[in-house]
């Protein structure tokens, strides 16, 4: 660890903290924004409330029993005082579903390793320079594992303003960025919040979506929403769902390839989000057929595992039947009797699907 804070540690160090000191810092160890945001109750914590209060949150029970926690960042440490926002670029430009129907597509911020390993890290080098300046401060570092509403401090930071489509939209970077935040006990002067919208009368985000999980601008059903079915959702997705996954096996980047904002927006420069070619136009049928050792290996160390085995499996058979490609009837037989439930009835119904009468085999 040593060694790494030399690599980004200039000749001296720096006596006195403050701000820019902590920014810097921040930079150096490759992160590609960073600001300062006061630990404040977030401004959009009512709009929250509001929106769990209406079961927009779908199955995600988790956001429910932690609403609470989300009030304050005090509940992540007590005594914080400010929060070191930073933000790292994964992705950009646009991108469909791939064409060949025995491939499936990943949402970009998991084609590399898991993001939170690599924020964990730098964070707490980050956390470790500003000790080495003063001792006494405490911190934690978080990456939406935390109950905390990151996007809020990002926009009180001054990195961007959230969108119609929730995510966070920066000028600069667009919104193929990942959050991380480190809450430390020390009074920072914060950054100008962004106060500012720049969405205009641009709806492209919300009219993209195949599945109308917007009912209006800054307004997202997760009960119709894809990066939910694919990726939390523990179960049997429904059939109106399942039809149009559009070769997605893990998450949705549709409303974010339509942006404007991101049209320009920088790639990645960061060598541990690259992209694993495994996980970008995956084969189906090769991952249907393979064995779990196989699959552990493949998951080792990538934020697909959220989706665990049964998600990834049953996607890849709603796909393959959504399709109707026959070449995949030998690895679904397979896996109609597959220990997981979740798992053969996906690949009886893909079954169904591909050998029924009007089907048009590919």
């Known amino acids: 660890m040593a060694t790494e804070f030399e690599s980004t540690r200039g000749s001296e160090i720096p006596t006195k903290l403050d701000s820019a000191v902590v920014k810097r810092i921040a930079i150096d160890l490759g992160f590609d924004w960073s600001g300062v945001a006061p630990a404040v109750s977030p401004p959009g914590y009512p709009r929250f409330l509001e929106w769990l209060e209406a079961d927009r949150h779908a199955g995600m029970d988790y956001m429910k029993r932690l609403a609470a926690a989300r009030a304050h960042p005090q509940s992540v440490l007590e005594g914080v005082r400010s929060i070191v926002v930073v933000a790292l670029v994964y992705g950009a430009g646009d991108e469909s579903a791939a064409a060949d129907p025995r491939l499936g597509v990943t949402a970009r911020y998991a084609r590399g390793i898991d993001y939170h390993k690599v924020f964990w890290r730098r964070l707490q080098m980050l956390l470790d320079r500003i000790r080495e300046i003063d001792p006494a401060v405490r911190g934690r570092a978080v990456c939406d594992t935390a109950p905390l509403l990151e996007r809020d401090f990002a926009a009180l930071a001054g990195l961007g303003w959230i969108g119609k489509n929730t995510m966070m939209i ?55 929403c894809l990066s939910y079915w694919t990726i939390e959702h523990r179960g049997t997705i429904p059939e109106e769902f399942a039809d149009r996954l559009e070769g997605r096996l893990f998450g949705c980047d549709i409303c974010q390839d339509v942006c404007p904002w991101n049209r320009k927006a920088p790639k990645a420069r960061t060598a541990e989000l690259a992209e694993r070619g495994e996980w970008v136009n995956v084969d189906l049928i090769e991952l249907l057929a393979a064995d779990d050792e196989a699959i552990s290996r493949r998951l080792s160390g990538s934020a697909l595992k959220r989706a665990k085995r049964s998600g990834l499996l049953r996607n890849a058979a709603l796909i393959l039947g959504t399709r109707r490609v026959v070449e995949a009837i030998p690895a679904l037989v397979a896996r109609s009797t597959d220990r997981d439930p979740v798992v053969s009835e996906a690949a009886i119904w893909a079954i169904e699907r591909i050998t029924s009468r009007d089907s048009e085999p590919q």
């Open 170 to 224: 920066s000028k600069k970077f667009g919104s193929f960025t990942l959050l991380g935040g480190l809450l430390i006990d020390l009074d920072l002067e914060p950054d100008s919040a962004h106060e500012t919208n720049h969405c205009g009368t641009c709806t492209r985000c919300l009219d993209a979506c195949p599945t109308s999980a917007f009912d209006g601008a800054y307004r997202l059903d997760a009960n119709r």
